[in-house]
């Protein structure tokens, strides 16, 4: 016999049972019949599997994997509506295998998840990114696009993503960058666009990214920048060019980047930059634009980069580096964690670098002084005969050889200076010889007294007075005649020569 007591216990269990079996079957009753949930897929044939973590239980799934195979998943499948089972996601990732062929964004699986943060893509083969192709998408702050093949993106593409703020576009094969990409990403901080295949960025492809921080547009194919392409960056502090194939960079390119801390420009094809292309960049520390092809920097380059600390400008071909390119940064680079590089270069032994042994002295940084300790430069002349004439009479041998029409000179690169022109020869037939030769040519200039250094600029003073010496213009035009036409250039060359001799002989 039961005690009434236990009768009621037993009763209150029943109805509790009751209860939630009531329960379960309202939830079961919420989802209609064909939706599935995707966390607990069982169909071996199914072109989706998905993987979650923390639970599986209907809109309990927190994290998602998926994986898509089997090939070919239309926009219209209705797996795409059974991520409504899952309502809760946060983070959703999807992983195209090989057999996969995933071929456009399933924009439908973001109706249903509402507190979506985190967005992520990769290994499909999506050709093409649509306007409004992610719109609207309130909650989601990061979003991955990595490996997927896609070579257009349309304007509004990204449109109204209010909590955006990483977005990645790795490693695909975008072309160009058009006006407006990027609408409405107040939040966006970090831009990453690496290992695409842009050649063009067009006027305002960023200029709605006022927030942004950080932008990546490292191994590319950008041959120029446009003048207003990165309008808008107002807080950018980071700008990674590396790896691109940019030959030149015009006056005021970066303008509006007032709040950039960095800027990488190495391995480019840079052979010119303008006297004001750094102009702007007030807030400027590092500058680095290593392995590049530069002759030359202009003597108030860095005018507008008066904060510059850091710089690097290894692997290039220039021949000077003089007091007025270095004026302006002087005196940060005294100051402790700066930095000069500067190997890998054809400095002349001259007095143009004569500075360098004072800033070894004031230097307060271990980088700085270290560089300058290591500091070598060549001798294209022998010192001893450092007499105008003699120096000027040298330059008259090099510069007839430039007549020879296989000549090496006519294909080396940059014959943007006169020096340049003056002293190919004696470069070349240094090149030619071994490298022990060429080592013995070279010096540290710290362990040239600075009396001893030559200066090339005293020839030039002389030569002004006698009004023969050949302007770098006139050089150019000069050269470029020469090379344009032959037998007649010889003559007109040969002749040219004797007379500028003969002034000398006159003047000097
Ligand atoms: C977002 O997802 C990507 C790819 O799945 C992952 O690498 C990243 O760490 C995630 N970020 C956050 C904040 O969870
Ligand atoms: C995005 O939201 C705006 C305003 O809320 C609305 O006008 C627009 O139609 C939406 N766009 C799409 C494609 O849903
Ligand atoms: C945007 O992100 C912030 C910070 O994570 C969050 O508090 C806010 O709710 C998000 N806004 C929306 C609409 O989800
Ligand atoms: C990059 O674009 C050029 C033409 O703009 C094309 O010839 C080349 O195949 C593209 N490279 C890749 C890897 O897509
Ligand atoms: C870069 O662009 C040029 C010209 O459009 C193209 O021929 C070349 O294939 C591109 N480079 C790469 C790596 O795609």
Not at 398 to 424: E, G, V
């Amino acid at each position: 016999m039961l005690t009434p007591k236990i009768q009621a216990t037993l009763l209150l269990l029943l109805f509790a049972i009751e209860a939630l079996d009531a329960n379960r079957r309202k939830q079961k009753e919420k989802i209609p019949p064909t939706i599935i949930n995707i966390c607990d897929i069982n169909d071996r044939d199914s072109k989706v599997h998905c993987y979650c973590e923390f639970s599986q239980e209907i809109n309990e799934a927190v994290k998602t994997e998926c994986w898509v195979f089997n090939g070919g998943i239309e926009r219209t499948d209705p797996l795409w509506t059974s991520f409504t089972s899952q309502s809760n996601i946060e983070t959703l990732a999807f992983n195209v295998r090989a057999d996969g062929g995933l071929d456009f964004v399933p924009t439908k699986v973001f109706r249903y998840l509402r507190k979506l943060k985190n967005f992520s893509i990769k290994f499909s083969s999506i050709p093409k990114l649509e306007a409004n192709t992610f719109v609207n998408l309130t909650t989601v702050q990061e979003m991955t696009l990595t490996k997927n093949q896609i070579v257009h993106v349309n304007k509004h593409t990204f449109y109204n993503l209010p909590n955006l703020t990483v977005l990645t576009l790795d490693e695909n094969r975008i072309k160009e960058l058009v006006t407006d990409t990027f609408y409405e990403l107040p939040a966006l901080q970090k831009l990453y666009l690496t290992s695409n295949n842009i050649t063009v960025i067009h006027d305002g492809a960023f200029r709605h990214l006022v927030n942004l921080l950080e932008l990546e547009l490292d191994r590319n194919n950008i041959s120029e920048l446009r003048k207003e392409c990165f309008d808008g960056l107002a807080n950018l502090k980071r700008l990674d060019l590396r790896r691109n194939k940019i030959t030149i960079l015009n006056s005021f390119t970066f303008i509006e980047l007032w709040n950039l801390h960095s800027m990488l420009l190495d391995y480019n094809e840079i052979s010119v930059l303008a006297q004001r292309t750094f102009d702007g960049l007030s807030q400027l520390r590092k500058l680095s634009l290593s392995h590049n092809k530069l002759v030359t920097l202009s003597s108030g380059l860095f005018e507008g980069v008066r904060g510059l600390s850091a710089l690097d400008l290894r692997h290039n071909k220039l021949r000077r580096f003089t007091l007025d390119n270095v004026r302006p940064i002087y005196d940060n680079l005294r100051n402790q964690n700066s930095y000069i590089y500067l190997d890998g270069n054809e400095f002349t032994c001259d007095c143009h670098l004569a500075w360098m042994h004072k800033l070894r002295h004031e230097a307060k940084s271990v980088k700085v002084r270290t560089s300058l300790e290591n500091f070598v430069c060549k001798f294209n002349i022998d010192p001893s005969l450092n007499s105008h004439f003699t120096y000027f009479e040298r330059s008259e041998i090099n510069s007839n050889n430039l007549y020879q029409p296989d000549d090496k000179s006519q294909t080396k690169d940059y014959p943007d200076s006169a020096d340049d022109i003056f002293h190919d020869e004696i470069d070349d037939t240094y090149t030619d010889e071994p490298k022990l030769a060429r080592k013995e040519n070279e010096k540290t200039l710290l362990q040239i007294p600075i009396e001893l250094l030559p200066c090339p600029q005293d020839v030039k003073t002389v030569t002004d007075r006698t009004y023969t010496y050949p302007s770098q213009n006139e050089a150019k035009d000069y050269r470029n005649l020469i090379l344009s036409s032959t037998s007649t250039a010889t003559r007109i060359g040969s002749s040219f020569f004797i007379v500028l001799t003969w002034f000398l002989y006159r003047y000097n």
